[in-house]
């Protein structure tokens, strides 16, 4: 895909749709702090989805068809770690026992720090691609660890009186023990102090800069135009707060996505160590023959759509099969009833 020089107005039309939702949405249908119900979930659901899919439809028409696919595909996997990413938010809000109708306001601003963080670690990273292109094979190797790594890990507890970031934020910031209604900080004996909800709010976007160090590099394995990338990342955590209601009776049942999610992860880690391989290879083999011909087209660049389209290939096929494994093959009752323990824990919060 040929570098692209975007315009002022690309990226303000891209703010533009999404301050407007976000305001459509908090400041709204969600001015007052709730617990949504299934239909309106499942419609805003729907919404960001379209957006999603409706900027895709902009980048086709302006930029070509090899553009949109780039974007769907890092949409994809973006939106496949998010969704596996509600487990840990699962756990942190059943820890906290947050309140289900306060949720979705610890969610929202999230997001809006998301929206900061990432946009900085995102060009960041595309800063040191540009200026140091062998990082691009620190990500890739860094990718495939983790990839590998989950398929063997099992899923662990939360304890946030180990984590760190609560240590931290409990020693320098004055945090009360418990909830007062939806706000953050209130005063206390004349002092201004954070309430339960501030410290749930910095575990997550604590959390979410921790996803931030696979989701990117994954993304990158995809492509390096920081326009395609912040706004795939940014559609897909956008509807992480809605997905988290959606799938939160759910999100037990999709058990193999986790091992999806690593094959992706390993599969995009080769992928950007491919050309180093490639190189490695032409020194041993040389540049004779049908092989070294194909090494020498591929370095240069020959099957940039061809390499495009069997990346949105494997993630696609790869999350269909661990959705319909997950549902051919229910986790076992042990898990299951463990998970809906702590469910109804949530809900009794």
Do not use: C
Not at 13 to 36: E, M, Q, T
Not at 115 to 144: K, N, Q, S
Not at 271 to 297: C, D, H, N, W, Y
């Amino acid at each position: 895909m040929n570098p692209i020089e975007y315009q002022t107005w690309h990226w303000l039309l891209f703010f533009g749709i999404v301050l407007s939702a976000l305001f459509v949405d908090i400041g709204i249908v969600n001015r007052k702090s709730h617990a949504p119900s299934r239909k309106e979930t499942f419609a805003w659901a729907a919404v960001w989805v379209s957006l999603a899919l409706g900027f895709n439809a902009f980048l086709w028409y302006e930029f070509g068809l090899n553009h949109a696919k780039v974007f769907f595909t890092g949409y994809l996997i973006e939106l496949s770690l998010s969704v596996d990413n509600l487990f840990v938010f699962l756990l942190i809000f059943g820890y906290f026992r947050v309140p289900k109708q306060y949720q979705h306001r610890v969610l929202f601003w999230g997001i809006m720090g998301a929206l900061i963080m990432r946009m900085i670690m995102i060009f960041a990273g595309a800063e040191l691609v540009d200026r140091f292109h062998w990082i691009i094979y620190v990500f890739g190797a860094f990718l495939l660890y983790t990839g590998l790594k989950m398929f063997k890990s099992e899923d662990e507890g939360f304890d946030p009186t180990e984590s760190g970031i609560v240590k931290f934020a409990t020693r320098y910031i004055r945090i009360t023990k418990e909830y007062h209604e939806d706000k953050f900080i209130i005063k206390k004996d004349g002092v201004r102090t954070g309430t339960l909800l501030l410290l749930v709010l910095i575990v997550v976007e604590f959390t979410d800069v921790i996803f931030a160090v696979d989701s990117i590099p994954a993304i990158f394995g995809i492509t390096t135009d920081r326009y395609i990338v912040y706004t795939s990342n940014i559609f897909a955590i956008l509807g992480l707060r809605t997905f988290f209601f959606v799938l939160a009776d759910v999100a037990d049942r999709f058990h193999y996505l986790k091992i999806g999610l690593a094959f992706i992860l390993s599969f995009i880690g080769v992928k950007m160590l491919l050309p180093l391989i490639a190189k490695g290879l032409i020194i041993v083999t040389g540049e004779q023959g049908s092989l070294g011909s194909f090494i020498r087209l591929y370095l240069n660049g020959e099957f940039k759509e061809e390499v495009v389209n069997i990346s949105l290939g494997v993630v696609v096929t790869a999350i269909a099969i661990s959705v319909i494994l997950s549902l051919l093959f229910p986790p076992n009752q042990k898990n299951a009833a463990g998970t809906s323990e702590h469910a109804v824990d949530e809900r009794s919060a």
